[in-house]
């Protein structure tokens, strides 16, 4: 069942196998690039990203209950975050590795759960902070802004999808 607000659609259980999953990400850790791109006074945001494609891409596609989404994803992006790493505001989309005119739905999941962590994006009419629930799928406006406040917890996988 989708809940929706303005805005924010909440898919709950888009990853089948959550835990299997998260053990497939966690090899690839050598496939992920810091994001260290310029940012606000002196910050910059602080983590790694991997744009799976060919066989990785349509492994990952297997834990995802596909008929939940808008439509089938084009792009799929994980990030992983360590202690303390954070992500800057930014625009849904702009996690994406296509152009904005590309992209008419995006979503963010987060692929481990710790209830200090989350993400904060824009619901419409206020920002909503959402703390990390495993296979929670929230599909937005691609236009809607987003950050990922410094994470307190280990490891935090998460990943953002678009069609």
């Known amino acids: 069942m989708t809940h929706r607000r303005p805005f924010l659609s909440y898919v709950p259980g ?19 690039t810091p994001q260290d791109g310029p940012g606000l006074d002196d910050m910059s945001a602080q983590y ?3 744009v799976p ?11 995802l209950a596909l008929d939940l989404l808008p439509t089938p994803p084009r792009w799929l992006v994980l990030q992983k975050y360590r ?14 590795p296509a152009s904005r005119e590309e992209v008419s739905w995006a979503a963010t999941c987060p692929l ?11 619901g419409g009419d206020r920002f909503v902070r959402l703390t ?16 990922t406040s410094p994470v307190q917890g280990e490891i935090r996988y998460t990943m953002t999808l678009g069609g």
């Not at 494609?53 to 834990?63: C, M």
């Not at 790493?85 to 702009?94: F, G, T, W």
């Not at 481990?112 to 824009?122: E, H, K, L, N, Q």
Request: charged share 25%; aromatic share 12%; glycine share 10%.
């Open 14 to 32: 888009l990853i089948s196998d959550p835990a299997g999953m998260v053990a497939l990400v966690s090899g690839w850790a050598d496939r992920f």
């Open 132 to 147: 990390d629930e495993r296979g929670l799928a929230v599909v937005a406006d691609a236009d809607a802004w987003c950050w």
């Open 112 to 122: 481990t759960r710790d209830p200090a962590d989350g993400v904060t994006i824009w």
């Open 53 to 63: 494609d060919g066989g990785d891409y349509d492994e990952l596609k297997t834990f």
């Open 48 to 50: 790694a990203t991997f």
């Open 83 to 96: 202690h303390g790493d954070y992500s800057l505001p930014r625009r849904l989309h702009m996690d994406l």
